[in-house]
């Protein structure tokens, strides 16, 4: 079946610096998802992406969708402590209608 | 205020006692899903279901029973709990399935003893 690999599998970084995370699929994905989960919580959707080449911001956070279609990044500007978190990238690809999860990426922010 | 339901939170039993976990949307969702998470391994799907009255395995169905009786109920059942099936779990609900947007509820985090 369909597999992501997402990277880094954990971050540990000074609060005010920018993140970067990816997706890679071994696969053509049409739809990309980025998620967030706080401890104890379920995964809180951040963005959703549709189109290759697609780059779209939530705030501090802008995601892309890869030209490749078999990629997606996440970045966070300048981030700080609440931004901890794992953070989970899914895909959707072709006519499987199945969301595909990336293994998440745990992030910690030291203030 | 649109939301996946859970219930309960945190559940304690004993291997061999039934059990069941309750998930409710109020979107008027098609498309729910549960999910379990475990250290390392992320979420794996354990059931799902198109529709009411259509269910159909995900990747770890052994030791689950669902029902979708009605649109905004899907109940996760464990008959006989065994230890490994201890788990953090979630469902979760779309539109429809495929290139919809996935939403989770807040958990369920079960012990088997």
């Known amino acids: 079946g369909q597999q992501l690999n997402q990277s880094p599998q954990s971050m540990f970084i000074q609060e005010g610096e920018d993140v970067s995370m990816n997706c890679t699929s071994s696969?053509?994905?049409?739809?990309w998802l980025w998620y967030k989960q706080d401890p104890g919580e379920g995964p809180v959707l951040l963005i959703a992406?549709?189109?290759?080449?697609e780059l779209t911001s939530n705030g501090r956070l802008t995601a892309q969708f890869g030209i490749t279609r078999k990629d997606s990044f996440l970045n966070i500007s300048a981030s700080i402590p609440s931004d901890v978190g794992i953070y989970f990238c899914?895909?959707?690809?072709?006519?499987?209608?199945?969301?595909?999860f990336g293994k998440g990426t745990l992030l910690t922010v030291n203030p | 205020e649109a939301q996946v339901t859970q219930n309960p939170r945190y559940l304690i039993t004993v291997t061999g006692k039934k059990l069941t976990v309750t998930c409710s949307q109020n979107?008027?969702?098609?498309?729910m899903s549960w999910y379990r998470q475990d250290p390392g391994l992320g979420l794996r799907q354990i059931y799902y279901?198109?529709?009411?009255?259509?269910?159909d395995k995900g990747d770890v169905p052994e030791g689950y029973k669902v029902s979708r009786k009605e649109k905004r109920n899907f109940p996760l059942i464990l008959e006989s709990p065994s230890p490994n099936q201890t788990s953090l779990y979630f469902c979760?609900?779309?539109?429809?399935?495929?290139?919809?947007?996935?939403?989770f509820g807040s958990g369920t985090q079960l012990s088997v003893l």
């Open positions: 979760a609900s779309s539109y429809r399935a495929g290139r919809e947007k996935l939403f």
């Open positions: 696969s053509i994905f049409n739809t």
């Open positions: 992406l549709y189109k290759a080449g």
């Open positions: 899914a895909g959707h690809g072709g006519s499987n209608y199945k969301l595909t």
């Open positions: 979107m008027n969702h098609e498309y």
């Open positions: 279901s198109m529709n009411v009255e259509v269910t």
